[in-house]
């Protein structure tokens, strides 16, 4: 299942930071995440030769490893500490996940699909990446491991689901895109004092659906 992080691959990721920093990315504890998660390793065998594209590609299930660039966009606005704890809706093939715990997260990600949760969970014990992997319904949040220093949703949602906003400390942060089906706007959500969220809106994207109870 693994393969070997050679050369060739530490050069292709070191190009793709460079094209990441030339769309605009430039916090340094993202661009060095970028530069160290082989994402060769996330990807289906038949695109793993493109792995360091700027491009998302089918993971099955009729879901997507995201664009590197949506990435790293979401996780700079998400601006995650070492230790924070931190909640991850959609964790698809692990990518995303595997950058916000090489950047020393303490990371919960929830995916809705049996099959790329058990994929997932596989990779992740043999990479040693160490992560609570659950399976489950990632719009009403995971309580049991609640609150959140950092909310981070990975698939478009038709509004802000209730129970996230519930499970987010005071001071907190979400990033979660949310619109119709073809485009949403990248949200950042920011708990204040008083339990109410400042609310700044920025670029569009194209994510795949959020679905379950507090989604589509
Ligand atoms: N973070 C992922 C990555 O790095 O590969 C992105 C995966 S994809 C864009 C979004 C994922 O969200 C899919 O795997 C999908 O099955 C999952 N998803 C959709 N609705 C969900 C829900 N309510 N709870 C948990 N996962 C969900």
């Known amino acids: ?4 992080d050679t050369y060739k691959e530490k050069g292709a990721r070191k190009l793709l930071v460079q094209e990441l920093k030339e769309k605009g ?10 530069g160290s998660v082989p994402r060769h390793q996330f990807i289906h065998k038949d695109f793993k030769h493109l792995a360091y594209l700027d491009k998302a590609f089918p993971i099955g299930e009729g879901q997507t490893i995201s664009q590197p660039y949506t990435v790293a966009y979401q996780t700079q606005l ?3 500490e070492p230790a924070n704890k931190v ?4 964790t698809g093939s692990g990518y995303q996940a595997a950058i916000l715990v090489a950047m020393g997260a303490n990371l919960t990600s ?9 994929k ?10 160490e992560a609570n992997l659950i399976l489950g319904d990632g719009s009403i949040g995971y309580a049991l491991n609640a609150p959140y220093d950092r909310i981070i949703v990975t698939a478009g949602a038709p509004k802000i689901p209730d129970a996230l906003i519930g499970q ?3 001071g907190g942060i979400m990033i979660i895109p949310v619109g119709d ?36």
Do not use: C, Y
């Open 1 to 4: 299942m693994l393969q070997a």
């Open 25 to 34: 990315i430039s916090d340094e504890k993202v661009l060095n995440a970028i």
């Open 78 to 80: 998400l601006q995650v």
């Open 87 to 90: 909640l991850e809706i959609g």
């Open 110 to 118: 929830i995916e809705r699909q049996n099959k790329l949760f058990v």
């Open 120 to 129: 997932t969970q596989k990779l992740f014990k043999a990479l040693q990446i």
């Open 168 to 170: 987010l400390i005071v």
């Open 181 to 216: 089906n073809n485009q949403q706007t990248m949200h950042i959500l920011i708990k204040k004092p008083d339990g109410s969220m400042e609310n700044i809106q920025l670029d569009q994207f194209r994510f795949v659906p959020l679905i379950g109870t507090q989604a589509w």
